[in-house]
Each structure stands twice: as C-alpha cells, then as structure tokens.
C-alpha cells in the first residue's frame, strides 16, 4: 500500500484496556471500584457496591452508545460522566475538587488493565525507522494525558508524531471532523494517509468518511448501527495482528 502518512487507532489497536478474560463492562467496574473505594473512604453515602458499580457501568455505556446520535461532545468526557453519576444518580452535591479527585481515582482503578499488543511498538518502530510519519487518534472520555503517559511507559510515545484524543479535541470518530484535524497537522491530502483500527464502524466507516485509506484489525465481534449494514464497510485491506501491518507498508518490511 503506497502511503505517506500512518495513523492509529489506540484501544484494541495498540494497547489492550480490557482486564484478561474480560471485557469492556469489566474495564468501567474497575475504573467505579476505585472511584467507590474513594467516596467511601471520605465518608460520602453511595449506593450498596454491587448496585453503584453497575449504575457507574451504565453510566459509561450510555455515553458510548450515544455517538451515533452525534450528541454534545462536551457530555462525553470522564469528568462529565463523573459529575453526572455523581448527581444525577447519587444525589451528591460535589465540588469541582472532588469530581477532579474521583476522575484520578476512576483512571487509576482501570488503568492496571492497560497492557500492550505484542508487535504494536515493534511496528510504530519499523514504521518510523521508513521515515513515514505516524499519528494517533483515539475516541475515549479519558483526558489525553492518562493516555499518554501509558503510551510513553510501553516505550511507543516516542515513535508518535502527535496524538489526537476526542476528549481533548471535543470531536469524536466516526465523524469526520477529528480525522480532517489529523490530515491538517500532515499537511497532505487524506488518500496519501491510512489509518489503522480494530472497529469497521468508528475505524473503517470513520476515516473513509474523511477520505483516508484504511486497514482493518479483524475482530471475532463487530459492531455497527443498525442503519449502516456490514456489507456497507469495506476496508482496503484486513490483516489479523497488528503485526502484519509492516508487511503491508514498509517495501521489504
């Protein structure tokens, strides 16, 4: 594939989030365990802790659910979910000091799942010693820089140009604003680009919306919304591990 310009996904691209064996539910209790421990810790009346885990899950879930709504970007951030759970479900009356103190306490709680996807930095590194130049955008309610300090401790922060998080830039994949930010910062024109990532719909679907090649990481589970078919998302190609991307981009990789 003949490009000039590499972009990447983050969750189940390059870093797994997902607790092992788990899944997505199990990657939000984790973050509301550490929130529950904070609360409960300072005294505040919270919920019965089975109850409160599954009431922060939904929560997080509903936000995500969301997108193909294409609601305020401003509702989908970390701080924003917190403040909601915080009164709309519990009742609290938070300062902005607490709602900052139970967004630490939530990343850290789902931060010990954060892991690397064996080849992820061997690729990023092949790619960069090609002299292509490498981009992240990564839809998450998580403020940019708990991602970036989890990028920089697996060693592949230094291989990235810039990175683009829908929390910090308030634009969201699939849509298109977030990838033509990506686009402006390479100073190219999106077909010279592709962009990598595990979901047809906020991966594939999204960065053809904005014109860029794509490479689908094929998944066991795929999921779309119901007005777009899966016969729809065609990408320009599909490997099965991250790993097999440098084949595909780096002559004689």
Request: glycine fraction near 10%.
């Amino acid at each position: 594939m003949n490009v000039r310009a590499v972009l990447f996904d983050m969750g189940g691209t390059l870093l797994h989030f997902y607790p092992p064996g788990g899944g997505w539910e199990d990657m939000e209790k984790s973050g509301a365990r550490g929130l529950y421990a904070l609360l409960t810790g300072l005294g505040y009346g919270v919920p019965p802790y089975d109850e409160a885990l599954e009431q922060s899950w939904q929560v997080m879930r509903n936000a995500w659910i969301s997108l193909g709504d294409n609601p305020d970007p401003q509702t989908l951030t970390l701080e924003s979910r917190i403040r909601a759970l915080l009164t709309e479900i519990w009742g609290l009356e938070p300062t902005d000091g607490l709602v900052q103190m139970a967004q630490h306490a939530y990343i850290a709680g789902a931060q010990v799942n954060v892991r690397p996807f064996a080849n992820a930095r061997a690729v990023l590194a092949a790619l960069k010693t090609a002299d292509l130049p490498i981009g992240l955008i990564s839809n998450t309610v998580w403020p940019g820089h708990a991602h970036r300090y989890d990028l920089d401790y697996y060693g592949m922060l230094q291989f990235l140009d810039f990175t683009l998080f829908s929390s910090d830039e308030l634009a969201w994949k699939p849509f298109a604003t977030i990838f033509e930010r990506a686009i402006e910062r390479l100073g190219i024109v999106p077909a010279d680009a592709v962009y990598i990532g595990d979901s047809l719909f906020f991966d594939v679907y999204g960065a053809q919306q904005a014109g860029l090649k794509t490479i689908w990481i094929e998944q066991p589970r795929r999921w779309w919304p119901p007005s777009l078919g899966i016969d729809d998302i065609i990408p320009n190609s599909i490997v099965k591990d991250i790993g097999e991307v440098t084949a595909l981009l780096v002559p004689g990789g």
